[in-house]
């Protein structure tokens, strides 16, 4: 049987659109999660972008801790009677200005709505650490998992949407052990910017092609962004496992959500595409309503492919 595209296209609140109306009209929001220059103004509209009222809280339930997986260093989250399976989880910031605060609380999400525990990697960032540093400590943490013969799936939000593609892939390439699951919310994968949703969304997101651009500056400097590993969606996506992309369909990002899916499904590997009508780039990270019902499938999702693998290697 051929694989496809299970997609499904989510209608949003009347108030997920208003704010979304009113998070584009606001110039202070816009100027902190825009912020363009040197790279502490960067990072320092980051943090302060984690403190803004309407990003999504850390769930009661959970413990972090820190930790470290193949030399990198992290945070482990759980919530109660967690089982063995590890969700390994890539927080976004276009390689350059993420953190383990910006993703906490999709993280922690995870790890309540899975029943996993999960390993949240702070993975190095550029420009201190270019391509493919990000890359090279993603696999380190899978393939450590894999050394140890545990069970696992990669998550990843934005750039870390990206990382868990070129992740699988190098696994692949390498012989490695791989993850039962792939999941990718609003998914960077193609750095050349090329999709033709920069176009038609422009005005409809709040990142731009121009932010993207700045961003992958820093952290390509003069490799070629066409690489698949900085760039999966030009990669091999044969002898992948299952793959969950959550996307808003006013991402600038969209089109190449879909390509990636569409290049997936080609190579025989079966994708479950969740759309969310009018949501702007890495809207799970705020208190949309629609955050927590993508959340929701994400863990959904994720909870029924380890019960899956659990039932195939029993």
Same mark, same amino acid.
């Given at each position: 049987m051929s694989a496809k595209i299970i997609r499904t296209d989510i209608p949003v609140t009347d108030g997920d659109?208003?704010?979304?109306?009113?998070?584009?009209?606001?110039?202070? %929001?816009?100027?902190?999660?825009?912020?363009?220059?040197?790279?502490?103004?960067?990072?320092?509209?980051?943090?302060?972008?984690?403190?803004?009222p309407f990003f999504r809280p850390v769930p009661a339930g959970v413990s972090v801790e820190p930790g470290a997986l193949g030399g990198v260093q992290g945070e482990w989250i759980s919530g109660p009677d967690a089982?063995?399976?590890?969700?390994? %989880? %890539?927080?976004?910031?276009?390689?350059?200005?993420?953190?383990?605060?910006?993703?906490?609380?999709?993280?922690?999400?995870?790890?309540?709505?899975?029943?996993?525990?999960? %390993?949240?990697?702070?993975?190095?960032?550029?420009?201190?650490?270019?391509?493919?540093?990000?890359?090279?400590?993603?696999?380190?943490?899978?393939?450590?998992?894999?050394?140890?013969?545990?069970?696992?799936?990669?998550?990843?939000?934005?750039?870390?949407?990206?990382?868990?593609?070129?992740?699988?892939?190098?696994?692949?390439?390498?012989?490695?052990?791989?993850?039962?699951?792939?999941s990718c919310i609003s998914p960077f994968v193609d750095l050349t910017l090329s999709g033709d949703s920069w176009d038609f969304n422009a005005g409809k997101d709040i990142a731009t092609r121009e932010m993207g651009n700045d961003m992958i500056a820093l952290y390509m400097g003069d490799a070629d962004r066409a690489d698949w590993r900085a760039s999966p969606v030009f990669g091999r996506f044969d002898d992948l496992p299952p793959i969950h992309v959550i996307v808003g369909a006013s991402e600038g990002l969209f089109s190449e959500a879909l390509s990636a899916s569409e290049r997936a499904v080609g190579a025989g590997c079966p994708v479950t595409l969740d759309v969310f009508a009018e949501m702007p780039h890495g809207f799970t990270k705020y208190r949309f309503d629609a955050a927590g019902q993508a959340m929701a499938r994400v863990t959904r999702w994720l909870a029924t492919r380890a019960k899956e693998g659990e039932e195939t290697s029993a």
């Open positions: 659109i208003e704010v979304v109306r009113k998070m584009l009209e606001d110039v202070k %929001f816009a100027q902190s999660y825009r912020a363009s220059g040197d790279i502490a103004a960067l990072r320092a509209a980051t943090a302060k972008m984690v403190q803004n089982s063995d399976d590890v969700l390994v %989880f %890539f927080h976004g910031g276009g390689y350059i200005r993420g953190s383990l605060d910006l993703g906490r609380a999709n993280a922690a999400e995870i790890a309540l709505g899975s029943g996993c525990r999960v %390993f949240a990697t702070a993975y190095r960032q550029a420009p201190e650490n270019p391509f493919p540093a990000a890359v090279e400590d993603a696999v380190a943490v899978a393939s450590a998992l894999g050394a140890e013969g545990r069970r696992f799936a990669l998550v990843g939000e934005s750039a870390g949407g990206g990382l868990v593609l070129s992740t699988a892939m190098t696994l692949r390439d390498q012989g490695r052990s791989m993850p039962f699951a792939i």
